[in-house]
């Protein structure tokens, strides 16, 4: 008894060593912060959603089966959409693609003009190439930058959108990007 009583201090002493010493490995030497200098970009881009047929490009996921249609709004409050938008340099349809928007939007109030939104904006050409941004804000003509990677890692910022052309099977919106990144 008393042998297998010595072992397991022994057992004990040694593990906790060991703990004690893997807890100090886990990071490195906290070394100061050199900050790289802010980069300022502006974006200038039209997103181009098609709402209707089979090449749709904004569909609805889910929506609310016990609202009501109180707000006159074509979509009742609590529709949710799932978007995969082209994003193109131009308001022409054939202008050319730089890239795709892909998020959520969310009818989260009772007036049908605002939303509360989540987009990726991905580029695909240019300097741009590989990079994106990310959008989550309440929409009212207004969205917030909230990060990136590529060339706008850690992006920060504000997209101010201006409806080009709204009529039942498309919508095309002009973006005014401007980005603080490093």
């Given at each position: ?61 889910a ?36 890239g ?38 309440r ?44």
């Amino acid at each position: 008894m008393r042998g297998t009583l010595m072992l397991t201090w022994i057992l004990i002493i040694c593990l906790s060593q060991v703990a004690a010493q893997s807890q100090r490995q886990y990071y490195s030497e906290t070394r100061p912060h050199i900050p790289k200098p802010i980069k300022v970009t502006n974006l200038h881009f039209f997103m181009h959603e098609n709402l209707g047929g089979t090449n749709a490009s904004a569909v609805i996921v889910a929506q609310s089966n016990i609202t009501s249609n109180d707000n006159n709004s074509l979509v009742p409050f609590g529709t949710l959409f799932a978007v995969d938008d082209p994003l193109r340099i131009g308001p022409e349809p054939d202008s050319e693609v730089i890239g795709n928007a892909q998020g959520l939007l969310l009818l989260a109030g009772t007036n049908p003009r605002t939303s509360t939104t989540y987009f990726d904006f991905g580029f695909t050409t240019g300097k741009c190439n590989g990079s994106s941004i990310s959008m989550f804000s309440r929409t009212d003509l207004e969205l917030a930058v909230v990060g990136g990677r590529g060339r706008f890692r850690m992006a920060t910022g504000f997209a101010l959108l201006n409806p080009y052309l709204i009529n039942a099977t498309t919508v095309i919106m002009e973006f005014d990007v401007t980005l603080f990144h490093h």
